[in-house]
């Protein structure tokens, strides 16, 4: 996480059910295709694994693999948060525009 700022570090596409960076194409992938709260979130390249699939429900993003949302690590809102997966709740940590 970091203050927005309109890099291309921070530009994001869905395509189809990836969420590409503008930046390098690389994917938004879960860390060894971990199925535990607390996994990963990381860039990879893109090969449409079910670890890399994605979708919106409201505002929280879901993962295909294990149905759990991104979420801020801690609720931290501090700039170098770390993005995690965790099971789906209405927090503000898992709000996403």
């Known amino acids: 996480m970091w203050d927005c700022h309109g890099g291309a570090n ?21 860390a060894a295709w971990s199925r535990i709260n607390g996994a990963k979130v990381i860039m990879w390249d893109c090969h449409g694994g079910a670890n890399q699939q994605w979708h919106r429900s409201g505002r929280s993003i879901v993962s295909g693999l294990n149905k759990k949302c991104l979420d801020i690590e801690d609720w931290n809102p501090a700039n170098g948060a770390n993005v995690i997966m965790w099971s789906c709740h209405i927090g503000a940590s898992q709000q996403w525009l």
């Open 10 to 30: 921070q530009q994001w596409n869905m395509v189809g059910k990836q969420i590409r960076s503008q930046l390098n194409n690389k994917c938004l992938d879960i």
